[in-house]
């Protein structure tokens, strides 16, 4: 395999993801969790891709240093389920230049693959894109993979895949095909260990 797999090992990113993954979890805390969940998982996915500037502003009595993104940075986010917008709703308020796309699972099953720009809004090719997902669906990531780099000609490094849940099998087929993709998860679980 030659993804380039982060395993995200924060003890609060660990904790968080382990209190979604309980089977009777009320439906307002597991919203709650995957919130802070997402934050997280963004803050470890963009740290190293995201360019900031640092600007003075001098006023007669002081000066005020701020931090600001580059405003020509432009990412899009794409999600297939209700699951996953809670993972990403505090992201607008950091990256006011983001767009979210919600791709469900059938449309993308249903639709021809060059008629989706119908659906997701317009993207630029050097726009980056961030795939989130609580599990991996390896045929949906496969055929937006496919759209993307064939039909939009993203290069694989403008694009990252944030993943809760993803197994060897899951990480194996997509290696096959997108092999420099880079993958951020809280784990990876054998399929054995799954049955």
Same mark, same amino acid.
Request: glycine share 2%; charged share 15%.
């Given at each position: ?56 502003? @001098? ?116 290696? @096959? ?19």
């Amino acid at each position: 395999m030659k993804l380039n797999i982060h395993i995200l090992s924060h003890p609060i990113i660990q904790y968080l993801s382990s209190i979604t993954k309980e089977k009777n979890l009320q439906s307002n805390i597991k919203n709650h969790t995957l919130r802070q969940l997402g934050l997280f998982l963004l803050y470890e996915t963009m740290r190293n891709w995201l360019t900031t500037h640092k600007l003075t502003i @001098k006023t007669i009595n002081e000066h005020k240093s701020i931090t600001i993104i580059d405003t020509k940075e432009s990412y899009t986010i794409i999600t297939n389920t209700n699951t996953n917008l809670s993972l990403i709703q505090e992201i607008q308020c950091l990256l006011p230049k983001c767009d979210i796309n919600f791709i469900p699972i059938k449309i993308l099953d249903s639709t021809n693959i060059s008629n989706l720009d119908q659906i997701i809004e317009i993207i630029h090719p050097y726009q980056k894109i961030i795939i989130i997902s609580y599990n991996i669906n390896t045929q949906y990531i496969l055929k937006l993979m496919l759209y993307l780099t064939d039909i939009h000609n993203v290069k694989i490094q403008q694009i990252r895949l944030i993943a809760i849940n993803c197994t060897t099998e899951n990480l194996i087929s997509i290696s @096959k095909i997108y092999p420099k993709l880079n993958v951020y998860t809280t784990g990876i679980e054998n399929n054995e260990t799954r049955r």
